[in-house]
């Protein structure tokens, strides 16, 4: 099933201004998160020197220090990425039913006539969360009269998303922009099945809770 789109837009500036034979370069180190099966889109802009000719520009995709791939030529982005060209100064990805194996580093490279090579060393950092549910209990055994802590996803996504927690499949409660659901006290009516769904998107997953009386 074909998820609603989402887009994320995250600026980037990367300026290249040449004095002399040296180019200073500035730009906005940003990191994201993105829900999975979501689409992101990475506007970005990069101003070069008039007499500087830009030849190509490419993104990397950092999975680890080790491993670094060209986007344009990873069999696992094919099909699922395009880059926006609309403009001189314009290299916006889009990337497209974003997966878990997508989180990392994504870098902006050109190369110039001359053969020089300019880059975003930092680079974007790029989270992929879905709607796992993690608990934490102020004891082993819960107790009425303990508190419980339920969080959705490993991290918060850049776009503002609707948290939609559901026990035993009624409606408990319904979030914007905060991930977590928090019961202060429990009582033996507290038991059951709770289940995170982030609004828009699909998959969730459940965790069942038991309250022991006092």
């Not at 670094?68 to 039913?97: H, K, M, T, W």
Request: aromatic residues 6%; proline residues 3%; negative net charge.
């Amino acid at each position: 099933m074909v998820c609603p789109v989402v887009l994320l837009q995250c600026f980037i500036w990367i300026s290249l201004m040449a004095t002399g034979v040296q180019d200073d370069v500035t730009h906005i180190i940003s990191s994201m998160c993105v829900v999975q099966q979501s689409t992101v889109l990475i506007p970005c802009r990069y101003v070069h020197p008039q007499h500087e000719q830009v030849s190509s520009v490419e993104w990397l995709h950092e999975k680890s220090p080790e491993e670094e791939v060209r986007v344009s030529q990873d069999p696992a982005f094919e099909g699922r990425v395009e880059f926006v060209q609309s403009g001189a100064s314009n290299c916006s990805l889009i990337l497209r039913d974003v997966r878990k194996s997508d989180a990392g580093i994504f870098r902006l490279v050109h190369n110039t006539a001359s053969g020089q090579i300019r880059m975003n060393a930092k680079g974007i950092r790029l989270e992929v969360t879905g709607a796992e549910v993690e608990v934490q209990t102020e004891s082993d055994i819960v107790t009425e009269g303990d508190w419980i802590l339920f969080t959705c996803g490993s991290c918060i996504p850049s776009v503002t998303a609707t948290y939609i927690w559901r026990k035993d499949g009624r409606l408990r409660s319904q979030h914007h922009g905060e991930n977590f659901l928090y019961l202060e006290s429990v009582g033996l009516e507290d038991r059951g099945r709770y289940l995170c769904t982030v609004s828009g998107h699909e998959g969730n997953t459940s965790v069942d809770i038991t309250v022991r009386p006092v």
